[in-house]
């Protein structure tokens, strides 16, 4: 395998090999703790302008598995791992990384100390970072001054389209803004019938359709980047209509509402979070990938009240809405991959729903 390098803004050089396309990447280095789940963290789009490093050291065990996928593309900039597995073994396999890599154009990096990287990024913070043939060839200058410019506008759905459920009985409009498959499977498996729409889509096109909720997806990059999205969910709670926000979802509602938004030093990006119920002083493990937070002291308490806080850093987790059937979770309750633990949270949205639809007729 050839050798290569990551080279960092602050100037630390890491060496080891390509695989998959050996070519010059540059990106916003991260962090994953999960140890299974890579085919969904390569197919999130919330990845998005991303070198993702995986802080498990052996990645690729169980090959590639189309049905797996959270899209239909990967969207991380580049991928960094201590090994990749050359001979996988699962019977729902086909393939190995380093080829599948080479099929869809993407970088690899491998053999170098992620622990170390890993380390250094939870110190320093989230940094800029090139994947580099040679060190000296790396633009210090593009590495940093690298930014994820609005990629919400890259991974969202072009057109509206439709999913039914087989015994379909509400109508869900789903806000695209990088939307994960298994979002859908967990709608469509309670029932609902969904119509997905851009993530410029506008209120009026939306309660066009008199849907019976309203879900807000998870999705890449600094959340006050989608100003018309912001103003089209401030004017969706006007309508009275059930809402739900998952992830990036969780903080344009807050934004919506006049709340704030800050990036984390190093963010949360793994199947192992922990978060406390305030309601109930249940603790859940929790899939995540993020690194923007909703400052809880921002929360006007005659809107709003934090329902979900992280156990590690205390950052707010999930807010609940007083001003209408509305709430939202920063971690995601659809786990791929991931725990299930917090799965209900779909069915408090499709009961919120049906309140509604009673309390209509």
């Not at 087989?166 to 609902?192: Q, S, W």
Request: glycine share 10%.
């Amino acid at each position: 395998m050839k050798t290569a390098y990551l080279v960092l803004e602050n100037g630390a050089v890491f060496q080891g090999s390509y695989f998959g396309v050996a070519s010059d990447v540059i990106g916003e280095v991260v962090f994953a703790t999960g140890m299974t789940g890579y085919l969904e963290t390569l197919t999130d789009p919330s990845y998005t302008g991303q070198i993702v490093v995986q802080t498990f050291p052996l990645i690729g065990n169980y090959g590639i598995i189309p049905e797996d996928f959270e899209s239909a593309k990967i969207h991380v900039n580049a991928y960094i791992v201590k090994d990749w597995c050359q001979v996988p073994s699962n019977f729902r396999g086909k393939g190995n990384l380093d080829t599948f890599f080479k099929e869809k154009g993407v970088t690899g990096l491998c053999g170098i100390d992620t622990r170390a990287l890993t380390k250094m990024i939870r110190e320093c913070g989230t940094m800029n970072g090139m994947i580099v043939s040679d060190p000296a060839h790396a633009d210090g200058n593009a590495i940093k001054s690298y930014k994820i410019v609005k990629p919400v506008c890259r991974v969202s759905v072009e057109a509206p389209y439709e999913e039914a459920a087989d015994t379909g009985r509400l109508n869900v409009a789903v806000m695209d803004f990088g939307l994960k498959e298994n979002i859908k499977r967990e709608l469509i498996k309670r029932g609902c019938n969904l119509t997905v729409f851009p993530h410029d889509a506008d209120a009026q096109q939306i309660l066009s359709m008199h849907p019976d909720g309203v879900m807000l997806t998870n999705g890449p990059g600094d959340p006050e980047d989608n100003e018309e999205a912001i103003a089209t969910i401030r004017a969706l709670m006007k309508s009275g209509v059930p809402m739900f926000g998952i992830c990036l979802g969780h903080q344009l509602l807050a934004l919506a509402n006049g709340f704030h938004t800050r990036k984390m030093k190093y963010g949360h990006r793994g199947a192992n979070q922990a978060v406390k119920e305030l309601s109930t002083g249940r603790v859940y493990i929790t899939s995540q990938n993020h690194g923007y937070e909703v400052v809880s002291g921002s929360i006007d308490p005659n809107i709003a009240r934090m329902s979900f806080y992280n156990v590690n850093d205390r950052t707010c987790e999930g807010i609940e809405y007083l001003n209408g059937p509305v709430f939202s979770v920063q971690f995601h309750p659809e786990a791929c991959g991931g725990p299930k633990d917090s799965e209900f949270l779909f069915d408090r949205f499709v009961q919120k729903m049906e309140e509604m639809r009673y309390a209509a007729q």
